[in-house]
C-alpha cells in the first residue's frame, strides 16, 4: 500500500479532540504533580523526621512502581474497596502522583545543591525557614531544579498515552478508532507522533525562555 | 551580654568543646585565637545556634537561648559575619543590605534602601549598590556582608575569620572597616590571626586550643607575657 496522508485528512478532527485531551490530562497532571514535588521536596528536606518518611515512602512506591499499573490500581483496583473514579479522574491522578514522586527528587536535590552557607547567612540575619526559603534557598535552587524538571515534565506528556488503557480516548487513543476505519496504520501513527513533538516542544520553548530570563544576573 | 557556662559540644563521637566558659560584656571587644581546629568556629556557631550544644548553657541578656523565642531575640540583634562572606549571590549588594531590615524586621522598602544606601557608603562602597557578588573583589563582599549585619542595627556581631579567605592586600580594608565599627561601641567575637588587630582593638584575648580555653586576659598579658606553653608556641609559630 503507497503512503496516502490524504486519507486520513478527513479526521483531523477527531485527532484534535484527542489532543485536546492529552493537553488537559497533561496540564492538569503537571500542575498537580509540581505541587506535590514541591511539598514532597520540602518535607524530605526539612528537620522533622515524620515528614521525611512519609515523603520517602511516597517516592519510594511511586518511582519503584510503573505508571501503568499505578494506573489500573487507581481505575480498575479501587472500586473493589468501594472507591471508584471517571477514567478521566482516575488518569489524572494517577500522573499527578507519579510525576510529583520524580518532581519530589528534583526538588529535593536542588533545595540540597544550595550550598549550606546561604542558609546559615539567612539564619544568622534572622530569618525563618519560611522567610529564607523564599527569599534565598528558593531562588537559587529554581535555577537547577528547572531543566530537569522540564525533562520530567516531557516524560509526563510521553507517559499520558498510558492512560488509553484506563478507556480515556486521548490522542494516542484516537489512532486506533482512525485506523479502524481506513486501515492506515503509518500514516496514524506519524501524525500522532508528530502532534506529539509539537506539544513537547512548546514545552521546551517555554521552558529555554525562562532560563534565559532567570539567568539574565547570573553570579561571575 | 552573652555567657557561655561549661559549654560542651560533640560532633558524634568526636568532642570538639569542652567546658567553655566565657562572657562577653556590653560593648566588650573579644578576639578568640587559636590555632586550626581548635573549636574557635565551633564557638561562635554554638552561640547563634547554628551548632546545637551537647550540655552547659548559653545565655543571652540574662535568659538562657537554648529556647527558640530567646534564640529568636539574639539573632535579631546578634549579627555574624563569616569567613566565606556568604552573600546572596542573586541579590545585589544593596539588596543584600535591605534583605534583613525588610524580611526580618517588616521595614519599609524605601526606608531600608535609604538605611543600606548610607551603610554600603559607611564601608566605602558606594557606587557598587548595584553589583552583584560575583562582580566584587572578596574585599568588597567582606564589606557588603558587615554592612548587611549592621542594617539589622545588631548590639553584637560574631567575626568568624573575616579575613582569612581574602589575597593579602585587601585583609586592610576590612579590618579598618571592623575597627570603626569597634570605636562606635558594637560587641564583638572576633576569630581571627590577625595580632595587631587583636592588640589594637580587643578588650580581652582568648586562646583556644584542641575545644579548651587555655587562657584569657588583655592583649598585653595573652601576646607578651603568655602563661602557658601552648600560647607561646601558638603565637611564636604565628609571630615567626
Ligand atoms: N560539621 C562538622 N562535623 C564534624 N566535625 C566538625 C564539624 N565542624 C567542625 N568539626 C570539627 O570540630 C573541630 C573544631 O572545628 P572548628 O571549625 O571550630 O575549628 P577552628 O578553630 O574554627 O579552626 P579553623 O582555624 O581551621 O577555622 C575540628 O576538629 C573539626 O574537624
Ligand atoms: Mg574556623
Redesign the pocket.
Known amino acids: 500500500m503507497k503512503l496516502d496522508y490524504s486519507v486520513i485528512m478527513p479526521f483531523m478532527p477527531v485527532f484534535l479532540e484527542g489532543a485536546w485531551m492529552t493537553v488537559k490530562l497533561s496540564v492538569l497532571s503537571l500542575a498537580l504533580g509540581l505541587v506535590l514535588g514541591i511539598i514532597g521536596g520540602l518535607c524530605k528536606t526539612s528537620a522533622i523526621w515524620p515528614l521525611r518518611a512519609v515523603a520517602n515512602l511516597y517516592t519510594w512506591i511511586f518511582r519503584g512502581t510503573p505508571l501503568l499499573v499505578q494506573l489500573f490500581i487507581l481505575y480498575f483496583g479501587l472500586p473493589q474497596l468501594g472507591i471508584t473514579m471517571g477514567p478521566f479522574q482516575a488518569g489524572v491522578l494517577g500522573m499527578a502522583l507519579n510525576t510529583g514522586a520524580y518532581v519530589t527528587e528534583i526538588v529535593r536535590s536542588g533545595l540540597t545543591a544550595v550550598d549550606r552557607g546561604q542558609s546559615e547567612a539567612a539564619s544568622a540575619l534572622g530569618m525563618s525557614r519560611s522567610v529564607a526559603l523564599f527569599r534565598v534557598i528558593g531562588p537559587q535552587a529554581i535555577k537547577v531544579i528547572i531543566p530537569p524538571l522540564v525533562n520530567q515534565f516531557i516524560m509526563t506528556i510521553k507517559n499520558s498515552s498510558m492512560v488509553s488503557l484506563v478507556t480515556i480516548t486521548e490522542l494516542f487513543r484516537t489512532g486506533e478508532s482512525v485506523i479502524v476505519s481506513t486501515f492506515r496504520s503509518f500514516e496514524v501513527y506519524t501524525v500522532i507522533a508528530i502532534m506529539y513533538l509539537i506539544m513537547t516542544s512548546l514545552l521546551m520553548i517555554v521552558a529555554k525562555q525562562l532560563e534565559k530570563g532567570m539567568s539574565a544576573h547570573d553570579r561571575a | 551580654m552573652i555567657e557561655l557556662n561549661q559549654v560542651n559540644k560533640s560532633y558524634g563521637k568526636h568532642q570538639v568543646l569542652f567546658d567553655i566558659n566565657l562572657t562577653i560584656a556590653k560593648r566588650e571587644k573579644v578576639v578568640i585565637l587559636g590555632p586550626?581546629g581548635s573549636g574557635?568556629?565551633?564557638v561562635l556557631r554554638c552561640i547563634n545556634g547554628l551548632e546545637t550544644i551537647q550540655s552547659g548553657d548559653i545565655r543571652y541578656e540574662g535568659a538562657s537561648v537554648l529556647g527558640d523565642k530567646a534564640m529568636r531575640k539574639l539573632r535579631l540583634e546578634v549579627g555574624m559575619v563569616f569567613?566565606r562572606f556568604h552573600l546572596f549571590p542573586h541579590r545585589t549588594a544593596l539588596e543584600n543590605v535591605m534583605e534583613g531590615p525588610i524580611w526580618v524586621k517588616g521595614m519599609k522598602k524605601h526606608e531600608a534602601k535609604e538605611l543600606a544606601t548610607d551603610l554600603l557608603a559607611k564601608v566605602g562602597l558606594s557606587g557598587k549598590e548595584d553589583s552583584y557578588p560575583g562582580k566584587l573583589s572578596g574585599g568588597q563582599q567582606q564589606r557588603v556582608a558587615i554592612a548587611r549585619s549592621l542594617a539589622m542595627q545588631p548590639k553584637a556581631i560574631l567575626f568568624?575569620?573575616p579575613t582569612s579567605a581574602l589575597d593579602p592586600e585587601l585583609v586592610g580594608e576590612v579590618l579598618s572597616v571592623m575597627k570603626e565599627v569597634a570605636a562606635e561601641g558594637m560587641s564583638m567575637v572576633v576569630?581571627t590571626h590577625e595580632i595587631g588587630f587583636a592588640r589594637e582593638v580587643a578588650d580581652r584575648i582568648v586562646f583556644m586550643d584542641q575545644g579548651k580555653v587555655i587562657e584569657t586576659g588583655t592583649p598585653d598579658e595573652i601576646l607578651d607575657r603568655p602563661q602557658h606553653v601552648r600560647t607561646q608556641s601558638f603565637l611564636s609559630r604565628i609571630l615567626k
Open positions: 586550626s574557635k568556629s565551633t569567613q568568624d575569620e576569630v
